[in-house]
């Protein structure tokens, strides 16, 4: 059975596609959707992409932090949640997810230090690790950072119960090798 991935944005999207394209369930999630208490979807990871916090992109923000309690059940039963950049300079963008992360957005393209011992090192196995682009960093967090750039930390991992966060602001597609050992890594699980 193919794992069923929640892509949650305002309308459709072309990363849609490309997570069908890795052997996955994509289903759109909306933000009325997502902040609806009658919504039960069932996954195995849910995507919130990147420019989520910037509503020149999108209109996610107030419906994550609606579903803040939820999200973390998810998580915590099980799912896992990958989180790319905000693109927004408010640093609590991130107030939403259940540990401390803050955020500063200054884009940057640039070498990556991945630490390889990760099982999520493979996000950007598709990509040359000397030319990667990032939309900021986060300069606190009480997660484990996997990933930096001239320092600073750009991708860092929470383990929540039963799952994991992911959360980075490479602004890159993750390779399809990780999208289907984070998406086999995670249980199904109601959201």
Same mark, same amino acid.
Request: charged letters at 15%; proline letters at 7%; glycine letters at 8%.
């Given at each position: 059975?193919?794992?069923r991935? #929640?892509?949650?944005?305002?309308e459709?999207?072309v ?9 996955v369930? /994509?289903? !759109?999630?909306?933000p ?11 996954y195995?990871?849910i995507?919130? !992409? ?5 509503p020149?992109y999108?209109?996610?923000l !107030? ?25 927004d ?5 991130? $107030?939403?997810?259940?540990f401390l ?7 940057a ?5 991945? $630490?390889?011992?990760?099982p ?5 196995? $598709? ?7 990032c ?7 009480d #997660?484990?950072?996997?990933?930096? /750039? ?18 980075t ?8 090798c ?9 249980g199904e699980?109601f959201?």
């Amino acid at each position: 059975m193919k794992p069923r991935v #929640g892509l949650v944005w305002d309308e459709n999207l072309v990363f849609g596609r490309f997570l069908e394209e890795c052997g996955v369930i /994509m289903v !759109p999630v909306t933000p009325h959707l997502l902040a609806a208490p009658f919504f039960k979807g069932q996954y195995s990871v849910i995507i919130v !992409p990147t420019g989520f916090a910037n509503p020149s992109y999108s209109h996610l923000l !107030p419906a994550l932090r609606a579903s803040s309690a939820r999200i973390r059940r998810f998580v915590e039963a099980g799912g896992n949640l990958l989180v790319y950049g905000a693109a927004d300079h408010r640093e609590n963008v991130y $107030d939403w997810l259940p540990f401390l992360i803050s955020y500063r957005y200054e884009p940057a393209n640039g070498s990556i230090a991945i $630490d390889s011992s990760s099982p999520w090192a493979a996000i950007v196995s $598709d990509y040359e690790p000397t030319r990667i682009e990032c939309d900021g960093y986060f300069p606190t967090t009480d #997660g484990t950072v996997i990933a930096t /750039m001239g320092g600073n930390a750009v991708m860092v991992e929470k383990i929540i119960g039963s799952g994991t966060i992911l959360v980075t602001t490479i602004h890159e597609y993750p390779s399809r090798c990780f999208i289907a050992g984070f998406s086999a890594a995670a249980g199904e699980t109601f959201f």
